[in-house]
């Protein structure tokens, strides 16, 4: 068996089942699908057996991508590089369905940079992504709940997101800690145009500074207490800040950009 290095989140999937349920969660068939650290090529080959038009993999080991480059030859494209420093946006011709059983230290970083950085344009038509189970009830969490926060705030802005299953720890090599689970990410039609999205994370990250506390702080310090702001939005600032539901959070970031512009 394979070292795995724990400073690159490798767990490899070893489970027959969980791997064909993987692919079995969206058509394969003929489209371009990428595959985010393929580590030793396990799910890789369960979705080359179910024909994809075209298929694509950002690996960051580079013994793991050379190897790969071996196994699979020209049955896909091996990128060996770090999947943060990549622009998936140029990369494609076609929208791609993306598969990636996470590194589990940097899978949120992953998720809000491709949303952060999404144009009008989306370059996926999918996303099927493995987190760590306490991440992915973050991700999922709606409002009024303890896990709602600036992720599902974040995520849920322009995306459908969907929770498949959970996976046990045995269906890993080496064998994680925690729980998995895994969601499915598709674009939103309609969502509420924010020009500069970095604002949305400026202002989740001022209001869930201090989650326990009320609004009303990092409420004056984002709009100077204009009282205005609080009339428009019926804004109780004597609620803490996961009492606030999404769409308020993307009108306030639109707000407080019309303030600076
Ligand atoms: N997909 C494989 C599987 O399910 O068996 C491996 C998944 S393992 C949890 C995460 C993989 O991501 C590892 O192969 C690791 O080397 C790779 N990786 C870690 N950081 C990365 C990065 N920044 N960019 C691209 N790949 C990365």
Do not use: H
């Not at 896909?76 to 993306?98: H, P, S």
């Amino acid at each position: 068996m394979i070292k795995a290095k724990k400073s690159l989140g490798q767990n490899f999937l070893i489970d027959k089942n969980i791997l064909e349920n993987i692919t079995n969660t969206t058509k394969i068939e003929n489209k371009v699908v990428l595959e985010i650290g393929p580590g030793t090529g396990n799910l890789t080959s369960y979705i080359l057996k179910k024909n994809p038009k075209k298929m694509i993999v950002i690996e960051k080991d580079i013994n793991l991508a050379t190897q790969l480059k071996n196994k699979f030859k020209n049955q896909l494209k091996v990128i060996n590089d770090d999947v943060l420093k990549i622009d998936e946006t140029n990369l494609f011709k076609d929208k791609v369905t993306v598969f990636g059983n996470l590194p589990y230290n940097i899978s949120t970083e992953i998720l809000s940079k491709w949303i952060i950085n999404l144009k009008d344009n989306f370059w996926f038509e999918y996303l099927v992504l493995m987190f760590q189970k306490e991440v992915a009830d973050r991700i999922i969490a709606e409002f009024n709940t303890s896990n709602y926060g600036r992720l599902s705030i974040i995520c849920n802005w322009k995306l459908n997101i969907k929770k498949i299953c959970d996976i046990k720890p045995e269906a890993f090599y080496p064998k994680p800690k925690i729980n998995s689970s895994l969601l499915f990410f598709y674009p939103k039609k309609n969502f509420i145009k924010i020009k500069n999205p970095n604002n949305l994370e400026k202002i989740t990250r001022i209001f869930f500074n201090q989650r326990r506390k009320m609004l009303k702080k990092p409420f004056n310090q984002l709009f100077n207490g204009d009282k205005s702001i609080i009339e428009k939005f019926k804004i109780d600032l004597r609620l803490r800040p996961q009492n606030i539901n999404f769409d308020t959070y993307y009108k306030l970031a639109c707000e407080y950009e019309n303030l600076r512009s």
